[in-house]
């Protein structure tokens, strides 16, 4: 038996999950599945900076297009690290395809002119 809070949405309900998986607490059935989804597969989205190269010292904000599995944060945010794009940049740019096959892209999210 395992007690967790749910990060899925702001209500943040108290999760009780069972050894067969069965989850107790939850209001919807995103935080069943994120109950499982942490004992199993814990996952999390990233969200940090990469810099822009023809723009002196800017860097522009990414995210993950959709939660990576939590034992890669380290190494997906050295691809992050890697990486430069090149202004103009809009939102919803791609500015790493699937990075490192987790099926997530890191996608930018800010528009710089
Ligand atoms: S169980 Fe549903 S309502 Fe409750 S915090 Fe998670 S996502 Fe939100």
Known sequence: MKELTCI??????RLTI????NV??????????YAKDELTNPKRMITSFVRVKNRENTV????TSTSIPKGMIFDVMNEIDKV??????KIGDIAI???????A????TKNIK
């Open 60 to 63: 522009v904000s990414v995210k």
């Open 105 to 108: 892209d890191i996608i930018i």
């Open 18 to 21: 069972d050894d067969e998986l």
């Open 8 to 13: 899925v949405c702001p209500r943040g309900c």
């Open 24 to 33: 107790t607490g939850n209001s919807c059935p995103r935080g069943a599945q």
């Open 84 to 89: 430069r794009v090149s202004a103009p940049t």
């Open 97 to 103: 395809k699937n990075v490192l096959n987790t099926g």
